[in-house]
């Protein structure tokens, strides 16, 4: 395996690092909801969970004195 003979500065580092830079994520609209959300992933709205414009999951609140 290479091993390096001297310590290379931060400066160095840090030249060679300039490139990678952090992009702003995309997002989409959706079309039912009008939500902003990431693409390919399902968001939340209203208590609904959607996923290409379709519910997916409902959130339901179940109450303990009902359950008898």
Do not use: I
């Amino acid at each position: 395996m290479a091993h390096p003979k001297r310590r290379q500065s931060s400066t160095r580092r840090d030249k060679r690092r300039t490139h990678y830079k952090a992009v702003l994520p995309q997002l989409a609209k959706d079309a039912t909801t009008g939500e902003l959300h990431l693409y390919h992933r399902a968001h939340w709205h209203e208590g609904k969970l959607y996923y290409r414009g379709k519910v997916v999951l409902e959130k339901t609140t179940a109450e303990a004195g009902e359950e008898n």
